[in-house]
């Protein structure tokens, strides 16, 4: 069955770190572009940055650049989130997908930055 399980989520202070991991099941994880998504309370869902599928080419949104790093791990089916020096802004559940979100929904991770 395909499947996307987001990891890694807390509570943080301002200016705090957190590593997220997506680990995918059920499908070619390998050839597709990836993508971290967050959606904050009364928002709506945003793309936060993409990867391709070997990894080489990056996308991310301009408010995490320079803070936020992805990454993923083929042969693991695994893709992960690296944030350091995380503002109040970036608070949202965490999800993972496709770059087309042509897989289902997993549960997403909360991220919560506050003092």
């Known amino acids: 069955q395909v499947q996307l399980v987001e990891s890694g989520g807390g509570l943080v202070q301002p200016g705090g770190s957190l590593r997220l991991s997506c680990a995918a099941s059920g499908f070619a994880f390998s050839t597709y572009y990836m993508t971290w998504y967050r959606q904050a309370l009364g928002k709506e869902r945003e793309s936060v940055v993409t990867?391709?599928?070997?990894?080489?080419?990056?996308n991310y949104l301009d408010s995490v650049k320079g803070r936020f790093t992805i990454s993923r791990d083929n042969a693991k089916n695994t893709m992960y989130l690296q944030m350091n020096s995380l503002k109040p802004e970036d608070t949202a559940v965490y999800y993972c997908?496709?770059?087309?979100?042509?897989?289902?929904w997993g549960q997403g991770t909360q991220v919560t930055v506050s003092s």
């Open positions: 990867i391709s599928p070997g990894g080489a080419s990056t």
């Open positions: 997908n496709t770059r087309g979100s042509s897989v289902p």
